[in-house]
């Protein structure tokens, strides 16, 4: 009976040699630093002082940053000792979606060099830095999963899911650092920074609505998802939230950078329309949110099998939370910033279960499973 509980307290159960966590790394994994970086960028902005919320941030700030290299680190080394299994991932029709986590995980940490350590030069050309690559990975990432999905893959309208806007959206989470990290460079920089941030919005938010389009078509066809792929519905407020909030960002950030330039008079009309915008968007949201809410409670009858994918419950309603305190700020008006209090503890309730969900799953070994390798034998 002891050596029975001491087995059952044995971490990677279910992993039969240490080097299986290596080969069976997805990139779903980089959800978890996604979720947890827009939670301590939205306690950031947190109306109510509640001692240690500083600190709080500062230390999940710091944990999501390590997070995301010891992920990157797993992620490279998959590929360099499990090359011929780590290309199979790009064949998976769902699997292949998360790339788009990569660099959205790596945007709140710029983020929040930038908000945590405005005064540091140093954290600032580190962020600038981390920016281009996120810029590149975003790109390379945008381009390369849609082409393989119109080449390789084999994909159904009743099979489709919100996770179709992974691969698209991390251009518009850049433009939305593009917007942060631009206060803090200097002019020329900043201007740069600012064009390539509207250009990033341009390349992602159209796309995206138009799969929701088609999402929506979906759903009223085919009816919801299994409910393995429950939490999906909740990935539709991801492109609403950064595109409503790169609206605004770039907006304010562009009338700085070009004030008493040419063009100046343009940036300034942007500002006004990033709100205006911002705005719109923001509705859209509204109604997604509250089906997500809806289609949510209508799965719970069933019950709702847990898998990574229940990190879609952080990030997205994360980005929707940093929109409606952007135009709290942008507008004065009061009842932006309670809903997005309001929402910011729903975030922290999310973050708080699928957490604990993760740890355990990680301890017993069973999370690490690349569905792209489900037919071989670990």
């Avoid at 971490?11 to 939670?39: A, C, K």
């Avoid at 999940?60 to 290299?69: K, S, T, V």
């Avoid at 070009?258 to 923001?282: C, N, R, S, T």
């Avoid at 997205?316 to 809903?339: D, K, N, Q």
């Amino acid at each position: 009976m002891f050596i029975q509980t001491n087995a059952s307290w044995r971490p990677f159960q279910r992993v039969s040699h240490p080097r299986e966590i290596v080969r069976q790394f997805t990139p779903n994994w980089f959800t978890l630093t996604m979720g947890t970086g827009i939670l301590f960028l939205m306690l950031a902005q947190f109306p109510l002082a509640i001692p240690g919320l500083v600190s709080l941030t500062r230390v999940l700030f710091w944990g999501d940053g390590a997070l995301y290299l010891i992920f990157a680190l797993l992620f490279a080394a998959r590929w360099i000792w499990f090359t011929a299994d780590a290309k199979k991932l790009l064949d998976h029709p769902v699997m292949s979606m998360f790339l788009g986590a990569i660099p959205m995980g790596l945007a709140p940490i710029i983020n929040g060099l930038v908000g945590f350590y405005p005064h540091s030069p140093l954290a600032v050309r580190a962020a600038l830095d981390l920016w281009y690559g996120d810029v590149a990975l975003a790109l390379i990432i945008g381009w390369l999963v849609p082409f393989v999905m119109f080449t390789r893959q084999t994909h159904h309208l009743t099979t489709m899911t919100g996770v179709w806007l992974l691969p698209i959206v991390p251009a518009e989470v850049a433009a939305v650092s593009a917007g942060t990290i631009a206060p803090h460079l200097t002019m020329a920089s900043a201007q740069a920074v600012v064009m390539i941030g509207y250009g990033l919005w341009a390349l992602s938010v159209p796309l995206a609505f138009g799969i929701l389009a088609v999402l929506f078509l979906r759903l009223a066809l085919h009816k919801l998802p299994h409910r393995e792929m429950a939490v999906s519905t909740w990935l539709t407020l991801g492109p609403i939230g950064t595109g409503s909030t790169a609206l605004i960002v770039l907006g304010n950030a562009a009338a700085s950078a070009f004030a008493g330039q040419a063009l100046e008079p343009i940036f300034l009309i942007a500002k006004a329309i990033g709100v205006i915008g911002g705005l719109l968007l923001w509705g859209v949201g509204l109604w997604w949110l509250g089906m997500a809410i809806m289609i949510t409670l209508r799965y719970l009858k069933e019950g709702i099998p847990f898998n990574m994918g229940w990190w879609g419950f952080t990030f997205p309603l994360g980005v929707y939370t940093g929109a409606t305190y952007a135009l709290a700020a942008s507008t004065g008006y009061r009842a932006f910033e309670i809903f997005a209090a309001a929402l910011t503890i729903l975030l922290v309730f999310f973050w708080s279960l699928v957490t604990s969900r993760t740890l355990h799953g990680m301890w017993h070994g069973h999370l690490f499973a690349a569905p792209c390798l489900a037919k071989q034998s670990a």
